[in-house]
């Protein structure tokens, strides 16, 4: 029997099933989210959720379940362009966070990626990419005001992206799947890996500012 994975155009690719050879099982599940409408995102005050529409719904995927011991791995990435009346330096960031308490409090899985722009007045090209893994424990190792501690896991992970600019006023705009043809400027991949697949790190950690 085949299985069918993504959305969109890739909803219907279908594949055969995995083989039960080397590294059979090592993903255990792995969800997609992106920017599904146009977005012109005007200079925001501090930092806010990355929304995937216009109805301000944010990027985000949640986790029906997560063992215990296992690998969060998050793929981020975001292509769009920047505008601007002012010519000047301008700093995007984005920041992957991650609840463990169903949605309450979200923790930045650090690093984040961000990138500074030179005389963006003239539709200056964005490119955002951040790669980051964790194991989930409970209780979970954070750093909250750059101080170590620990948290409860209470839920599965909810994996959401957030955002903020440093600089003169402008419009940063994110292409939407419009169709099938048409990928979005922004997508998230979250992926559980098993902990036998695991043989060297992860190295990333949660923290607050």
Known sequence: MGYVIGRGRNARETYPD?????????????GYDGVVEELNLLSPEGTTTLPRNNALDPVQVTFPEFTLGDTLEVDFKLNGSWSSETSAIVDITTQVAVSIDGGANFFILSPSASLAEADPAENAVVLLRSLDAIVIVDPMPVVIAGVPGTAPVTAPPIVRVFYSFSGPEGTLRVNGSTDELTLPGA???????????????????LATD
Do not use: D, T, Y
């Not at 995995?18 to 792995?30: E, I, K, P």
């Not at 998230?188 to 950690?205: D, M, N, R, T």
């Open 18 to 30: 995995r083989s039960a050879g080397s590294g059979s099982g090592a993903l255990v599940r792995v």
């Open 187 to 205: 997508i998230l991949k979250c992926s559980e890996i098993s902990a036998a697949a695991v043989f060297q790190g992860p190295l990333g950690q």
